[in-house]
C-alpha cells in the first residue's frame, strides 16, 4: 500500500492508542497515512507527530443527516487519493461506506466495541454496525464475539484484529507508591482500572466484596479512573464500609500496578483491554470475568470468572489474597504471556495483510 486512509470518531484511549501505534508504524515502513478524525482526536493522540497528515472530519456519537453530508462529502474527496481506507468503529465505518464511490478503494472496518447499555443505544449502533459489515471489504474483531456478530451482520469478509500490547513502565519503586497510598507494609494491596462506567462493572466488583466480606485486613482496593458512576459508587462504599478508593484519574496507573499484588477485573465487556496488558508485564495476578477479548488477551495467565457472578469473583479475589503460592504462580504466568502478546510490527503487518485482501476483494467486486 502506498496510501491509506484511517477514519475515526471521538474514541476512548485503547482505540485512538491503536490509530496513533499503526500511523507510526505505517509511515515508519514508507506508507503515506492520512486520518480523517475530529481535531480532538488528532490532538490528544498526537496524529500529526506520529506521521500522519490529518484531515479534519466531524463524527457524531449518533447519525445526524445534516453533518453525516458534510462528513461524507470530505470523506469522498480524501478516498481519491488513498489505495486502502481502515475505518476505526461503527460510526466511522458506516460513513466510509456511504462516501466510497461505487467499489474502490478497499475498505476494512475494525469492530472495537460491542453494542452499548440503553435500548435505543444499542439499536442505534447494530444499524450502524450493519451498514459498516456489509459496506465493507473487510472487517476484524478485537475479539471472537465481535467477529462472530460481523458473520451476522452480513459481512463478506471476517478475522480477528491483530492489536500490539502495551507494556507498563513504572517510574516510582514499589515502597513510594505504598508510602503515597498510607499502606501499611502487611497491607496487601488490589488495583482495578477503568473509567467509572456500567461497562468496567465496578457496581459488580463492590458487590463481589460484600459477598466475599472482604475488610481492611484483608486488602485495600485502589480504583484508577473516573466517571459517571463515580459518588453512586463512593455512596455504596461509605455504606458498607468496604476497603476500597476510589482515586480519579491517575496518570501512575503503571506505578499502581506494579506495586499492587492483586488486579482485578469485573468488566460487562472488554475488547482487548490494555491495562490488563500492561498487568501482565509487570507479572502482576489477576482474577477478571470472562468477557468479550479478556481470555484471548490474558490466556491461562489468570484466574477467569463468569460475568453475571459475583459470588464467584469474590471467592477467586479472596483465594488470591489468601494463598501466596497462588499468586507466585499467577506472577509466572503474566510474565510469560506478556512476553508472547503482539508487538507493534507484528500488528502493522497483520494490517497490511488485511488492507492487500481487501484491495483484492474490491478489485475483483468492480470487475463483476
Not at 506520529?50 to 470523506?75: K, N
Request: proline share 4%; aromatic share 2%.
Amino acid at each position: 500500500m502506498s496510501a491509506i486512509l484511517m477514519v475515526t470518531g471521538v474514541v476512548a484511549g485503547g482505540v485512538g492508542r491503536h490509530v496513533e501505534q499503526l500511523t507510526r508504524s505505517l509511515v515508519g515502513l514508507g506508507h503515506t497515512v492520512l486520518v480523517a478524525c475530529p481535531d480532538v482526536v488528532a490532538s490528544h493522540f498526537g496524529l500529526v507527530e506520529a506521521g500522519a497528515q490529518h484531515v479534519a472530519l466531524e463524527v457524531g456519537s449518533r447519525p445526524s443527516p445534516h453533518r453525516d453530508r458534510r462528513s461524507t462529502a470530505v470523506l469522498r474527496e480524501a478516498m481519491r487519493e488513498v489505495d486502502v481506507v481502515h475505518a476505526h468503529g461503527v460510526r466511522a465505518g458506516a460513513l466510509a461506506t456511504m462516501a466510497r464511490d461505487g467499489e474502490r478503494p478497499g475498505l476494512v472496518v475494525t469492530l472495537h466495541n460491542a453494542a452499548p447499555e440503553g435500548r435505543l443505544a444499542a439499536v442505534v449502533h447494530r444499524g450502524l454496525e450493519r451498514m459498516a459489515c456489509r459496506g465493507a471489504d473487510l472487517v476484524l474483531g478485537v475479539s471472537a464475539d465481535l467477529v462472530a456478530d460481523a458473520w451476522e451482520r452480513g459481512a463478506a469478509d471476517v478475522a480477528l484484529a491483530v492489536v500490539p500490547a502495551v507494556r507498563a513502565t513504572p517510574q516510582q519503586d514499589r515502597g513510594q507508591v505504598r508510602e503515597a497510598l498510607g499502606l501499611a507494609d502487611s497491607t496487601l494491596l488490589v488495583v482495578a482500572v477503568g473509567r467509572l462506567a456500567p461497562q468496567k462493572g465496578f457496581d459488580r466488583l463492590l458487590d463481589a466484596l460484600v459477598a466475599a466480606g472482604t475488610t481492611s485486613d484483608d486488602a485495600l482496593v485502589a480504583i484508577a479512573g473516573d466517571g459517571p458512576q463515580a459518588q453512586a459508587l463512593q455512596r455504596r462504599i461509605d455504606r458498607a464500609g468496604l476497603p476500597v478508593r476510589l482515586l480519579g484519574h491517575r496518570s501512575d496507573v503503571p506505578d499502581l500496578l506494579a506495586a499492587a499484588d492483586v488486579a482485578v477485573s469485573a468488566a460487562r465487556w472488554e475488547g482487548q483491554p490494555v491495562w490488563l496488558q500492561e498487568a501482565l508485564s509487570v507479572g502482576l495476578p489477576i482474577v477478571a470475568t470472562d468477557v468479550g477479548g479478556t481470555e484471548q488477551v490474558l490466556d491461562g495467565a489468570a484466574v477467569l470468572v463468569p460475568a453475571d457472578n459475583p459470588d464467584a469473583l469474590g471467592a477467586a479475589l479472596t483465594a488470591l489474597l489468601v494463598d501466596e503460592g497462588l499468586r507466585d504462580d499467577l506472577r509466572a504466568r503474566a510474565l510469560a504471556r506478556a512476553a508472547v502478546l503482539p508487538t507493534e510490527e507484528d500488528a502493522a503487518q497483520a494490517a497490511l495483510e488485511a488492507y492487500r485482501r481487501a484491495v483484492s476483494a474490491a478489485a475483483v467486486r468492480d470487475v463483476d
